[in-house]
């Protein structure tokens, strides 16, 4: 699976002649492709094209005295085939927001109903506009309404926008916008059970904690979050999302829970000495299969843990098992 956009530092005297010779005159002839002057003013500083590519991919080129860099979804020429990669907050930050301008304009011209939804589209740049990715990613947000299901995609795209805003995942969008993958191929599955993640960091930011995700532990494997707060309480969050049972072989929709869990429980988490709350993300399930789960709260194998679900209006109901160290109250419904 390709990798989320990333710029590429080729370090060096570049001229026009030379970006001509060894960048666009080799994308031109195995693709075919025009090279053009960026929608929007380039960084300060900076000379920059923009290559437009028949088969529909894009690329960015800009450079200064020092060197230049490249950002594209497309085929990279082979002078800069040994140039090391930067993620968006590793480059100055004007060719970082000038990048960001011309993709999300592409970006909302290619998907219009993106438009009124700035920052997920900000958020999800990298692979909105990935290689392998732009399309199935979109394709997920659009027909399938983010995993939410009985949803409009219109309120789950306002649901996702509200949290977002709020600016709490701007540090860690690579890794959080990552997650949900740039394959060709539509991962339902994998997709929904990404954002799983981001309804946990919700839930814990609306019960009054700083999600910090990806928290490598001594066994060697990394745990979902950490729930930091003002205190200096830092409890560790894993996050597991069951499939409805009409999408599993498991027959009722305890039973999705309790497997699901399981498999979490038997491996990642079996191998950590406790200290870990195990949220399990329902939010796939419909209002049916959901109120089975509420009223038979079955176990999952895991204590302390924390079973809900929310909607794309914001609201989140569910139970706890064990003693949870997390003041969960406030966050649900």
């Given at each position: 699976?390709?990798?989320?956009?990333?710029?590429?530092?080729?370090?060096?005297?570049?001229?026009?002649?030379?970006?001509?010779?060894?960048?666009?005159?080799?994308?031109?002839?195995?693709?075919?492709?025009?090279?053009?002057?960026?929608?929007?003013?380039?960084?300060?500083?900076?000379?920059?094209?923009?290559?437009?590519?028949?088969?529909?991919?894009?690329?960015?080129?800009?450079?200064?005295?020092?060197?230049a860099?490249?950002?594209?979804?497309?085929?990279?020429?082979?002078?800069?085939?040994?140039?090391?990669?930067?993620?968006?907050?590793?480059?100055?930050?004007?060719?970082?927001?000038?990048?960001?301008?011309?993709?999300?304009?592409?970006?909302?011209?290619?998907?219009?109903?993106?438009?009124?939804?700035?920052?997920?589209?900000?958020?999800?740049?990298?692979?909105?506009?990935?290689?392998?990715g732009?399309?199935?990613?979109?394709?997920?947000?659009?027909?399938?309404?983010?995993?939410?299901?009985?949803?409009?995609?219109?309120?789950?795209?306002?649901?996702?926008?509200?949290?977002?805003?709020?600016?709490?995942?701007?540090?860690?969008?690579?890794?959080?916008?990552?997650?949900?993958?740039?394959?060709?191929r539509?991962?339902?599955?994998?997709?929904a059970?990404?954002?799983?993640?981001?309804?946990?960091?919700?839930?814990?930011?609306?019960?009054?904690?700083?999600?910090?995700?990806?928290?490598?532990?001594?066994?060697?494997?990394?745990?979902d979050?950490?729930?930091?707060?003002?205190?200096?309480?830092?409890?560790?969050?894993?996050?597991?999302?069951?499939?409805?049972?009409?999408?599993?072989?498991?027959?009722?929709?305890?039973?999705?829970?309790?497997?699901?869990?399981?498999?979490?429980?038997?491996?990642?988490?079996?191998?950590?000495?406790?200290?870990?709350?195990?949220?399990?993300?329902?939010?796939?399930?419909?209002?049916?299969?959901?109120?089975?789960?509420?009223q038979?709260?079955?176990?999952?194998?895991?204590?302390?843990?924390?079973?809900?679900?929310?909607?794309?209006?914001?609201?989140?109901?569910?139970?706890?098992?064990?003693?949870?160290?997390?003041?969960?109250e406030?966050?649900?419904?």
């Open positions: 699976m390709a990798r989320p956009l990333r710029f590429r530092h080729a370090p060096g005297r570049w001229t026009d002649g030379r970006v001509r010779a060894e960048v666009f005159e080799p994308l031109d002839g195995n693709l075919g492709a025009t090279s053009s002057r960026p929608w929007f003013k380039p960084p300060e500083g900076y000379e920059a094209r923009r290559f437009d590519v028949d088969n529909g991919d894009t690329a960015l080129f800009c450079w200064d005295d020092d060197g860099y490249w950002l594209g979804n497309t085929e990279t020429p082979s002078s800069l085939w040994r140039t090391e990669k930067y993620g968006f907050t590793e480059v100055p930050d004007g060719v970082a927001d000038w990048a960001e301008r011309e993709l999300r304009a592409e970006l909302h011209e290619q998907s219009p109903w993106l438009e009124p939804y700035p920052h997920l589209s900000w958020f999800f740049l990298p692979v909105f506009l990935s290689k392998d732009r399309w199935t990613t979109r394709e997920f947000f659009d027909e399938h309404a983010a995993g939410f299901p009985d949803a409009d995609r219109d309120d789950a795209l306002a649901f996702y926008e509200r949290f977002l805003s709020a600016g709490i995942l701007d540090e860690y969008r690579e890794t959080m916008a990552g997650k949900l993958g740039t394959s060709e539509l991962d339902l599955t994998r997709m059970a990404t954002m799983g993640e981001f309804h946990t960091a919700k839930l814990l930011v609306d019960a009054g904690y700083e999600p910090r995700p990806e928290i490598e532990v001594t066994t060697g494997h990394s745990i979050f950490q729930a930091r707060t003002d205190e200096g309480e830092q409890p560790l969050v894993e996050v597991t999302r069951p499939l409805p049972p009409n999408r599993r072989s498991a027959g009722t929709p305890a039973a999705a829970v309790r497997d699901t869990a399981k498999t979490k429980t038997d491996g990642q988490l079996s191998a950590h000495a406790g200290g870990v709350v195990l949220f399990v993300d329902c939010s796939s399930f419909p209002d049916d299969d959901w109120l089975a789960v509420e038979a709260q079955p176990e999952v194998g895991h204590r302390p843990a924390v079973v809900y679900r929310t909607r794309p209006d914001g609201r989140t109901t569910g139970y706890t098992k064990g003693a949870v160290p997390l003041e969960l406030s966050a649900f419904d």
